[in-house]
Each structure stands twice: as structure tokens, then as C-alpha cells.
């Protein structure tokens, strides 16, 4: 497939211009992009320890989910070692890399609505004040205690921390990937049971519990729905398209 077409159907559902809003850098980090797409390797970054296996592979083009250069890339290439060397190793193997991060996150069919879909939400909307955040809700409600462990599991992380300070039974739910803990007053806007999200620092939980909120804080991790989601996409667009998804990056273990 042409590189130019694929970029310009995913440009499409997932444009530059909401990235833009968010202050985020997200498009073609290392170029120039092929001609020619056969082969695509997807994951959440890409670093040093997946350098030896993407050579291997030897993909046409590399799609992250979290930006390969976040701020100016002639500074990050100057200051940060480790980027540099990634960044040469590409170049000289001709691989083109592409980041997809809030364009993603926000977009119909991207990262909240995949996270929206593992927890088998129903009525999924993006409210107006938040729209990369998802609102939906389950078919039965269920204890919060409950829930916790529910969406622990459905979501596939390791651990997650509950402040539960709201309603004992959890039935509509909101969620955004990642860190946006602050987003809970618009999920209490929303009258939502429990708002889930990850990196809450002390003082966005403690204003949670004077809120008397639930709150759900899971590991950044939970991203990793980029990978499955994006492929998706891909073989709809083109079902001739070799699709390896690296999935290398382990949660921080947890020790009680």
C-alpha cells in the first residue's frame, strides 16, 4: 500500500489538529517515510530495548502510541543520548517512525474507546467539556469493591488503586487512559459512579476524597490498547498489511 494513503485514512480519524489543541507533538518523529508500506511494528514507545528485535523485523515504518520526540527535536536530539542513537539507528536502517498520542486518545475508535469496550460499557458518549474522555455504562451495577477488581482484570494491569470515597455501587463509569486524574470533576459533572484514569498525584486525591468521589488510578500501562486498536484499523484499511505488534513494556511491581 501507498504510505501516503494509509497516513491520509488515519489522518482522517485521528487528525493532527486535536493533538494540536492538547500542546502534543504527534505525527512523522523519524523519516522520511517509504513509498511503500508492507510491513508495520506497533508499540506503546519505542527504546533501546526493543531496538535488537525491530532490526530483525525490519518493518517499513514504526507507530507508537506515546511520542518518539516530545518537544523540539533538535534539542532532544543534542541533550538526550539515548534518543540520538535510536533516532541514527533507524535512519540508517531506513525505518520511518510515526506517533499517535491525544489525536489517538481523543479520536472515534482510538485508545478511550477501545478501554470503553473492555469494560463492556453500553451508551458510550464523549462528554462536551472532556471529549477525550469516554462515559458509558455497565449492564448490571455491581460494588464498587467489585468493580475495582472487574476492571483490574478487564483492563489488564497488574494492580490499580481505589479511592472510594462515592457511591457503593458503581453502574455508569468514566475513563481516560492515561494521566488524566484531573478530568474527575468532569466526570462527577457527568454524574458518573466512578471516574478511572492513572498517575494521580497526592493532592489531585485528596481534593477526590473532599469531593467524596470514587476514583480508580491504574497504570499508565493500560495504554497497551493502542496496539490491539491500531491493528484493527490497519487490517480494515488493508488486510495485506503484516501487522507485529511489540508489546515489551512490564508494570512496576507492587510490593505490600
Known amino acids: ?35 511503500e508500506v508492507h510491513k508495520i511494528v506497533l508499540c506503546l514507545d519505542f527504546d533501546e530495548e526493543i531496538l535488537a528485535t525491530t532490526l530483525e523485523i ?31 539507528k533507524l535512519k540508517e536502517n531506513n525505518i520511518a517512525l510515526v506517533s499517535f498520542h491525544t489525536n489517538f486518545d481523543e479520536g472515534k475508535g482510538g485508545m478511550n474507546d477501545a478501554l470503553a469496550g473492555l469494560l ?7 462528554p462536551i467539556n472532556e471529549p477525550m474522555m469516554r462515559v458509558g455504562s455497565l449492564d448490571e451495577s455491581m460494588p464498587v469493591l467489585e468493580f475495582a477488581e472487574y476492571a483490574k ?16 455501587d458503581i453502574k455508569k463509569v468514566a475513563i481516560i487512559g492515561g494521566g488524566g ?11 458518573a459512579d466512578i471516574y478511572i484514569s492513572g498517575d494521580a498525584p497526592h493532592h489531585v486525591r485528596r481534593a477526590i476524597v473532599a469531593d467524596k468521589f470514587n476514583y480508580l ?25 503484516e501487522v507485529i505488534i511489540l508489546d515489551h513494556e512490564k508494570m512496576p511491581k507492587v510490593i505490600l
Open 58 to 88: 525490519k518493518p517499513d515504518i514504526i507507530f507508537t502510541h506515546h511520542p518518539f520526540f516530545f518537544g523540539s527535536k533538535t534539542k532532544i536530539l543534542k541533550y538526550d543520548e539515548h534518543k540520538a542513537y535510536l533516532n541514527e
Open 217 to 241: 488510578d491504574v497504570p499508565h500501562e493500560v495504554e497497551r490498547a493502542f496496539m490491539g486498536a491500531m491493528k484493527e484499523i490497519i487490517k480494515k484499511i488493508d488486510p495485506s498489511l
Open 181 to 191: 486524574s484531573r478530568s474527575y470533576v468532569v466526570a462527577k459533572e457527568e454524574n
Open 120 to 126: 463492556n460499557l453500553k451508551d458510550v458518549y464523549a
Open 1 to 35: 500500500m501507498k504510505t501516503r494513503a494509509l497516513l491520509i485514512r488515519l489522518a482522517k480519524q485521528f487528525p493532527h489538529s486535536i493533538a494540536k489543541k492538547n500542546h502534543d507533538f504527534v505525527g512523522t518523529m523519524v523519516g522520511p517515510v517509504p513509498s
Open 153 to 168: 482484570r478487564k483492563l489488564n494491569v497488574d494492580y490499580a488503586l481505589l479511592v472510594n470515597y462515592g457511591n457503593a
